[in-house]
């Protein structure tokens, strides 16, 4: 088996780290509390606008990876759904016992169940799940596309998705960060895999283009600021706008041409990105982090903010490693059993023979 490339593991944490510092800044509409404009709320906007190309990055790589193969993989869905209650339960218990949260009987169903409640559970894990599902089928769509062909579904996909929905005010589609997004983030992923699009352009084209977007993205603040429109907030918040399309990509093909050897450590702690995800953002343990362990309200308007931001999502990397490595151990024995091994591989075959029909 060939070794992962520490590039995209690299981009990996990055992704995760830049999504942890948004919600730093997003999560209990802290940064919408303070109108003042001055230079922590600027930074506050910088950083929050950050956070959405990093997740077009993110399901770039899964994209990536996946794309092509033309294979259903019982075993991934398996582990995503087994890794998803499992942290969910484990939470379950840590809020329960540990910090003294009161849940009712509608939040252990969501526990259990996790996947099917959306932004009430964990919004990203039922696009993936769907994406991971239908993904031999994309595959089987865009092997059949001639590049023009292809060219032409990402047009009208991106058009669709991402560049309508740049304007909040245009209601023609109502998919905010959904199934459809990931979907055409994967064909874009697969595009990219197929045509090796990142050796048509250079590293620094692609800089250029990924750090002007950002100032762009970044600008729509203060220009709007000083106009009275709400610009940012109509044009740059979510996924699914031009800015985080061009931000991601052009991110996630620059770490494509950038050479770095195969490094254990940074692709040990980006195989815990996923579980720092879940632990972060657990829809039982993120109002206690965001609204009681993180006082963000009393640095905002101090010289410390950016301190305090960093040292926060450092601390929140840190302990969502170790309950990580805490599930994946406990994890273990089931993951690994021969009998889901041979379950898997069974329906494996079975699927898979379907798409040589």
């Known amino acids: 088996m060939n070794a992962r490339k520490s590039n995209i593991e690299l981009l990996r944490i990055l992704c995760m780290a830049l999504i942890v510092l948004n919600h730093y800044i997003s999560r209990g509409g802290i940064v919408e509390s303070y109108t003042v404009f001055n230079f922590n709320n600027n930074i506050a906007h910088l950083f929050r ?47 329960v016992f540990l910090l003294n949260i009161k849940v009712d009987s509608g939040m252990i169903v969501r526990s259990i169940f996790p996947y099917l409640y959306g932004y009430d559970a964990y919004w990203f894990v039922g696009p993936y799940l769907v994406m991971c599902l239908l993904a031999p089928f994309m595959d089987i769509l865009m ?3 001639n590049p023009g062909q292809h060219k032409l579904f990402l047009l ?22 959904g199934i459809m ?11 990219i895999k197929k045509y090796q699009l990142e050796k048509t352009m250079g590293s620094k084209k ?3 283009i990924m750090t002007g977007t950002m100032a762009l993205s970044y600008l729509t603040y203060p220009a709007g600021h000083f106009s009275g429109v709400e610009l940012y907030n ?28 195969t490094n254990r450590f940074i692709n040990y702690i980006a195989g815990t990105t996923f579980g720092i995800y879940l632990f972060h953002d657990n829809f039982l343990l993120r109002d206690w982090i965001w609204g009681y362990y993180v006082n963000r309200q009393a640095y905002y308007d101090s010289n410390l903010f950016l301190a305090h931001c960093f040292a926060v999502v450092s601390a929140l990397f840190i ?16 993951l690994n059993s021969s009998k889901i091994d041979r379950a898997c591989t069974e329906i494996d075959g079975k699927v898979n023979r379907s798409f040589t029909l």
């Open 319 to 334: 302990l969502g490693i170790i309950f990580d490595i805490i599930t994946g151990y406990l994890l273990k024995p089931i």
């Open 156 to 177: 009208l996909s991106i058009i669709i998705v991402f560049i309508i929905p740049t304007n909040k005010n245009f209601t023609m589609t109502t998919e905010r960060n």
């Open 49 to 95: 606008s950050t956070g959405y190309p990093a997740l077009v990055a993110f399901v770039l790589i899964s994209g990536y990876f996946m794309a092509g193969s033309g294979r259903f993989r019982t075993k991934r869905i398996v582990s995503l759904l087994v890794q998803v209650v499992a942290f969910t339960l484990i939470c379950l218990v840590t809020g």
């Open 206 to 208: 692609l800089f250029l």
């Open 234 to 261: 109509l044009t740059v918040l979510d996924m699914n706008n031009t800015f985080a399309l061009v931000i991601g990509v052009s991110f996630f093909m620059l770490f494509l041409k950038i050479q770095v050897n």
């Open 181 to 191: 997004t990931f979907l055409v983030i994967y064909a874009i992923a697969g595009y």
């Open 143 to 145: 092997e059949k596309f």
